[in-house]
């Protein structure tokens, strides 16, 4: 089976673009979950949905950043409008609810550089 | 707040030698997981723990998990350079809920 799918792999964009990394998470996942990684502040997690309905939103930084889930198999994360400190390493991770544990499959990443 | 303490940060050896990788927090978890996380890649699951004092091997690397179930060691043995990476530990307090993540701790073994 696939693991899950980030695209793209990597993206340039310069300030005030508009940015979406895409999402495939492994089949039969009931939670997804949005990361963001730097060196100054490690992984940090961005938002989580059960079932496509998000769940914790409170580490989305500001109003820039917005996500959505409309199938069980596809997320989308968007920043609008890009800024150079939203440069980073985004991860997508998904995971099963397998009685007792909470076990997160993470995507390969997309690195993001904002100009 | 839940934090998961890792220490220690950075850590350098020769191949070879061993070494332990500690996490350590104030609450209980229903499981504990370590990842391993190479450059370019996203962290990879090498392991859970959900029963206090449960101590798991995989190969070289020893896993225990503490007896109240709030902190959990990683240890190598004649750690190789393969080992190299970024070494996560997260708690989880049940299944559809998120995980919380220590800070990390980087692993270098010089052949």
């Known amino acids: 089976d696939a693991g899950v799918i980030q695209s793209p792999r990597h993206e340039v964009t310069e300030m005030g673009q508009e940015v979406t990394l895409r999402c495939k998470p492994i089949?039969?996942?009931?939670?997804l979950f949005w990361y963001r990684q730097t060196m100054m502040r490690g992984l940090e997690l961005l938002i989580y949905?059960?079932?496509?309905?998000?769940?914790?939103d409170s580490g989305m930084p500001e109003d820039r950043f917005s996500a959505k889930m409309p199938n069980a198999s596809f997320s989308t994360l968007k920043i609008q409008p890009s800024e150079p400190r939203d440069s980073a390493v985004y991860f997508c991770?998904?995971?099963?609810?397998?009685?007792?544990?909470?076990?997160?499959?993470f995507g390969p990443g997309t690195r993001l550089t904002v100009l | 707040t839940q934090l998961l303490e890792q220490s220690p940060q950075f850590l350098s050896i020769q191949e070879g030698e061993n070494l332990t990788v500690y996490c350590n927090s104030s609450?209980?978890?229903?499981?504990l997981q370590w990842y391993r996380q190479e450059p370019g890649e996203g962290p990879v699951l090498l392991v859970t723990?959900?029963?206090?004092?449960e101590v798991k091997k995989l190969k070289r690397l020893t896993f225990q998990f503490g007896d109240a179930r709030k902190d959990s060691s990683l240890h190598i043995t004649a750690a190789q350079p393969g080992d190299t990476g970024l070494y996560l530990c997260?708690?989880?307090?049940?299944?559809?809920?998120?995980?919380?993540f220590g800070g990390g701790t980087r692993v270098l073994v010089k052949p």
């Open positions: 991770a998904s995971s099963p609810w397998t009685s007792g544990r909470d076990e997160q499959f």
């Open positions: 089949s039969g996942h009931n939670s």
């Open positions: 949905f059960n079932n496509n309905v998000p769940i914790d």
């Open positions: 609450s209980v978890f229903s499981s």
């Open positions: 723990v959900v029963t206090g004092g």
């Open positions: 997260a708690g989880g307090k049940a299944a559809g809920n998120k995980l919380t």
